[in-house]
C-alpha cells in the first residue's frame, strides 16, 4: 500500500512534495535564519523540511533556490506567477506548488488522526455542522470526522488568503462533507470580494483521505 500523499489528491499540474522525516543536522536555508531564531529545536526541524520540500516542488517548476519568506499572516511568499502552499504535522511536511494559469490558489493541509481535544469542535463548527459530523459518524465511524472538519477548514483558508488577504475564521465557513467520494465544499458566509479582480469566491471546493493515521486535505481554485 502506498503511503498518503497529496498526489492522490492535486491536479496534475500542482507539483506536491513531501516528506516523512527531518534530517536532523540541515541547515537553515540562508535567508530564512530570522524566521525559526527563537524556535525550539523541533520547530526549527519542521520549518528546515518543510521549506527544503517547497523548493524541490519550485525547482520542478524552473525555479532557482531561494529563501521563502513569510508574508502577512505567516503565509508564504511565493515566486512571482507561483501558488503555493505549505503543511507540517507530527511526522510529515509537505508543500504544494502551481503555475498560475487553470488555477490561481491551492491549499494544503495534514492533521494526525484521531479525535479533536475536548471543547475543540464546538469553537470550529458553525450551525448545521455539528449534526453533519454526528451522521458521519454513525454512518462511518471509523472516520476521525471532526479532525477532516479542521483540516479541510484550514486548506479553505490557505487557498482563500492568497485571493482576498484577509482573514477567514472557522465559523465564516460552513462545511459539507461527502464521506464516499472523499470531498468537501466550504459554503463562505463573508464576502468573497477578490484583491485580484476575480470572480468573488462565494464556494471552495476540495478532497481529502485519511489514511495510515493521517488525515489530507486539499483546496484549488481554478481561473475564472
Same mark, same amino acid.
Given at each position: ?16 512534495? @513531501? ?36 523548493? @524541490? ?6 525555479h532557482a533556490p ?66 453533519m459530523l454526528d ?35 472557522? @465559523? ?39 489514511? @495510515? ?12
Open positions: 500500500m502506498p503511503p498518503p500523499t497529496f498526489a492522490r489528491l492535486l491536479p496534475e499540474t500542482v507539483v506536491a512534495v @513531501e516528506s516523512y522525516g527531518d534530517a536532523g543536522t540541515e541547515p537553515v536555508f540562508p535567508g530564512e535564519e530570522d524566521l525559526v531564531a527563537d524556535a525550539v529545536a523541533g520547530r526549527r526541524r519542521e520549518f528546515v523540511t518543510a521549506r527544503r520540500c517547497a523548493r @524541490e516542488a519550485l525547482a520542478r517548476l524552473g531561494a529563501p521563502i519568506r513569510r508574508g502577512p499572516k505567516g503565509s508564504p511568499v511565493w515566486p512571482p506567477g507561483v501558488a503555493g502552499s505549505i503543511t507540517h504535522c507530527t511526522g510529515f511536511r509537505a508543500a504544494a506548488v502551481v503555475g498560475i494559469g487553470e488555477l490561481v490558489s491551492v491549499g494544503i493541509d495534514a492533521e494526525r488522526a484521531g479525535p479533536l481535544p475536548d471543547g475543540v469542535q464546538p469553537l470550529i463548527t458553525v450551525p448545521g455542522e455539528e449534526r451522521r458521519l459518524a454513525a454512518d462511518h465511524p471509523a472516520g476521525p470526522w471532526g479532525k477532516v472538519l479542521f483540516s479541510a477548514k484550514e486548506s479553505v483558508y490557505k487557498a482563500w488568503f492568497p485571493l482576498t488577504g484577509r482573514w477567514l475564521g472557522f @465559523e465564516d465557513a460552513r462545511l459539507s462533507i461527502d464521506p464516499v467520494a472523499g470531498t468537501f465544499r466550504a459554503d463562505l458566509l463573508v464576502s468573497g470580494t477578490r484583491r485580484d479582480g476575480g470572480a468573488p469566491l462565494t464556494e471552495l471546493r476540495g478532497r481529502f483521505l485519511v489514511d @495510515e493515521g493521517l488525515i489530507l486535505t486539499a483546496v484549488t481554485v481554478e481561473a475564472d
